[in-house]
């Protein structure tokens, strides 16, 4: 199985700041999705943003942005303008073929 | 639009005990299904997807089974529980090579 890493368990923003979560992943297939998935209190998946991997333009929605590094298998999400309503956990997800894997997570608070 | 259903939201059941959950699909057809586990504190483990009517592939071997009796149909099921398999069970399904859309979970304690 493809396998996805997030190095940080656990990250801290300041309300308005701007914070990067990290995520890389193994995989020797040269078509696949990556995803940002928030997992708030409630517990429903979100999804947050998509990258394809044959676009090089990194994926953009609002306030959040990803650095897609194809050859380094890396996929980070930046937040900005952080809000009060971004904390949560939030997995990266890899998509080749039919099985979609996901990240341990990262934990992110934010503070006023 | 599509809408997923999975339930129930809580469970409690002793050791020993079998166990199903159920998950369906609305709105779509021949939607790739999964179901996954999160462990208190943990990521989210890929337990088994399915590309079709009777087709399940597993991806972890455990004490779990899945079936898939209908094209938007996906089971969960377990003939003994055990301790471990206590967790939060999300199901989720996907219109193939675009995001998961994932059910509201099902929270099972095995006591």
């Known amino acids: 199985a493809q396998t996805v890493t997030q190095s940080q368990p656990e990250m801290s923003v300041q309300e308005a700041e701007t914070v990067t979560l990290s995520c890389t992943y193994d995989?020797?297939?040269?078509?696949?999705?990556l995803f940002w998935y928030k997992q708030p209190p409630s517990r429903q998946m979100i999804l947050v943003i998509r990258?394809?991997?044959?676009?090089?333009q990194n994926a953009t929605e609002n306030r959040f942005s990803v650095n897609f590094q194809k050859a380094a298998k890396s996929f980070s999400l930046k937040i900005s303008d952080s809000q009060l309503g971004d904390a949560a956990m939030y997995f990266c997800a890899y998509l080749s073929g039919y099985a979609l894997n996901f990240g341990k997570g990262t934990s992110l608070l934010v503070t006023p | 639009s599509q809408t997923i259903h999975q339930w129930p939201a809580t469970l409690v059941q002793p050791v020993g005990s079998p166990l199903s959950l159920e998950c369906t699909v609305e709105?779509?057809?021949?939607?790739?299904l999964y179901w996954y586990r999160q462990a208190a504190g943990r990521g989210l483990q890929l337990l088994f997807y399915s590309v079709g009517i009777g087709q399940i592939s597993s991806e972890v071997p455990q004490n779990l089974s899945a079936s898939r009796p209908q094209d938007r149909q996906f089971i969960l099921s377990s003939k003994k529980l055990l301790l471990s398999d206590s967790g939060f069970y999300l199901c989720?399904?996907?219109?193939?090579?675009?995001?998961?859309?994932f059910g509201q979970g099902t929270r099972l304690t095995v006591v």
């Open positions: 989720a399904w996907s219109p193939r090579t675009i995001e998961a859309f």
């Open positions: 990258q394809e991997a044959y676009k090089q």
């Open positions: 995989t020797s297939e040269s078509d696949y999705y």
């Open positions: 709105g779509t057809s021949n939607p790739n």
